[in-house]
């Protein structure tokens, strides 16, 4: 466990010796050397006994401890200062026994000790929201739902913690991925994303997880229509609930449709399209801008195509109207030309009204939530992976994720993951971001690896880092993912403990 491995016994009564009645003697804060702003050794050694000796009820030893994380959050704050990467942020998540005394202490202390100034905690993910059960206005369960937690608020805790030693907390959400429980509330079944099939997410999900190898985990990610007023509403009652904690920042994730396996990975169709959805459907037919428009798109998305038989019977239906138009229609054929010669076109045009459509859901969703984080002066942020807006032989990354129309006034959090070896795909992805950003977006890199140690996918995060520092001196912010990964053990102890009914 954590504490056997982090808090030995002998060390912790030496520095309680050390301790004398005129006044405290600490150690002069040491740091190793480079960028990474990593503490000491002995600093950590120092830290962790003085973190123990209080929770064991020390009141001298409490005062050295807050004496010295004080002086590490100065210290951290002069390293970042005259680095070159201003901002070294990690991502973690919590889970119920980070409420028992002490724990969220060593985590952050921890997040110290590797020269991190910023976290980026998980406050909404797999249908849970880190918010105490007792003051939980939202349609998700809270994380914590033990006997004697109801009043316990992980978040604003974590706020409190990282501030005292000089972090930044943001909170993290999953956006447009509600989570299964979601999908079997009774009175939003009519919020999930559906497809031409008549499938909806939760169903494809299902039937995803019986394809051999896939991830279970896929079950719960449940996609709602980004159109739909009800997931508008219920997604901007939770954000206004976490900005009630002034995080330092809000990030959010899942700004997408789910990404398919196999040929499903490809949307070629219009019918593949997460469209379906009455919502989403009714705002497609009102980018119609007369009644021609509107019916043509209306068979063309029923169909899946139009034929000459369609545009003859529309034609009829609205004699008094002359071309069809829509938002962003650019004729590329005359309509006084034959049906037959006109029916090529019009299913390219309406083909690229559909992904259009269904690229704008996702982007006008982040921008009404991210308006709410802007309105309370706190910076906004949108992670996405670089390569999820591409297109795919005649078709587009299912996941459809058009990132580069995100607005420019926030943080952009590109997910460089590449894997070939080396950090030449590292640095193509971030590249791409920063040739697609506008003027003055911040560029935060998301980077995924060991200190230290390369693997066969890809080197080690210090080499990581620095081929992002040759690439562009606009990128002062860099984020690893995640703390849990580089400390395996401690986060399955966590994740699995079981938390007494003790508070």
Known sequence: MFWSRFYPR?????VIMSLTASGIRIH????????????????????????????AGDATAQQAYQTLIAQHAERLSLCRRYSWLQTQATWLRLYPCDSKPGMLDALFDEIVNRGYNQVNIDVFSNGQVLLPSANNPTVWASLLQEPGTEHIDLLAQAIQKGHERGIKVYAWLFSLNFGHAYAHHPERQQVLARNGEGETTASAALKASFTTGKDLSSVNEIFVDPYN???????????????????????????????????????????????????????LYNRAQNQRGRELIRRYVAQGYLTSADLVAVERQFPHEQEPQWQ??????????????????????????????????????????TALVQQQGIPAGAVFFPEANQPVGKGFDSRLQSWERFPGSIEWHPMAYGVCGDTSCIVAQVKKVLDLSSPGTRVEPVLTGAWGQATPERPSLEEQMAALRSLSSSIQSISHFSFGWQEPQWERDRKFCRLQASH
């Open 28 to 55: 002069p804060v040491q740091a190793e050397t480079g960028d990474e702003c990593r503490l000491s050794t002995q600093d950590r050694g120092q830290k962790q006994a003085l973190l123990q000796a209080a929770l």
């Open 10 to 14: 002998l060390f912790a009564i030496a």
């Open 328 to 369: 962003g229609r650019s004729p590329s054929i005359a309509w006084t030309a034959p049906p037959a010669q006109r029916l090529p076109a019009l299913n390219k045009e309406l083909w690229n009204l559909a992904v259009t459509h269904a690229m704008l859901g996702p982007v006008e969703f982040l921008s009404a939530a």
């Open 229 to 283: 007023p009800e997931a508008i509403a219920d997604y901007q009652q939770l954000v206004q609930a976490v900005l009630q904690r002034r995080p330092d920042g809000v990030l959010f994730d899942y700004i997408r449709y789910p990404k398919g396996i196999g040929a499903a990975s490809v949307v070629s169709r219009t019918k593949d399209l997460w469209i379906y959805g009455d919502a989403s459907l009714q705002a």
